[in-house]
Nanobody, 121 residues
Framework: QVQLVESGGGLVQPGGSLRLSCAAS????????MGWYRQAPGKQRELVAAVISGATTNYADSVKGRFTISRDYAKNTAYLQMNSLKPEDTAVYYC???????????????WGQGTQVTVSS
């Protein structure tokens, strides 16, 4: 069994910062891409940022220059540093990871439970 546990969401004023964490645990042989998605009310879930391997990252245009994704490979943890937050960043943020549980298995998609980020004055 694999679990992704997110933390770090909350209420912040416009222009503020938050740092989200996503820790993967359980039966893990290898982790491929780790990323963050978000879903605002009435909207589809969208990719915010992903780290594919090493220093290869991908960001949504709306967060470039404000958000930074990083990974601690030893801790199987991904982080999302969010600066200069705007009201339109308000959403539930979900961690996603592609994980191989054993040497002979394939990568499977796993999701965290989501953490609420609210940007409001």
């Amino acid at each position: 069994q694999v679990q992704l546990v997110e933390s770090g969401g909350g209420l912040v004023q416009p222009g503020g910062s938050l740092r989200l964490s996503c820790a993967a645990s359980g039966s893990i042989f290898s982790i491929g891409t780790m990323g963050w998605y978000r879903q605002a009310p009435g909207k589809q879930r969208e990719l915010v940022a992903a780290v594919i391997s090493g220093a290869t990252t991908n960001y949504a245009d709306s967060v470039k220059g404000r958000f930074t994704i990083s990974r601690d490979y030893a801790k199987n943890t991904a982080y999302l540093q969010m600066n200069s937050l705007k009201p339109e960043d308000t959403a539930v943020y979900y961690c996603n990871a592609q994980i191989k549980s054993t040497l002979g298995s394939i990568f499977r998609d796993y999701w965290g439970q989501g953490t609420q980020v609210t940007v409001s004055s």
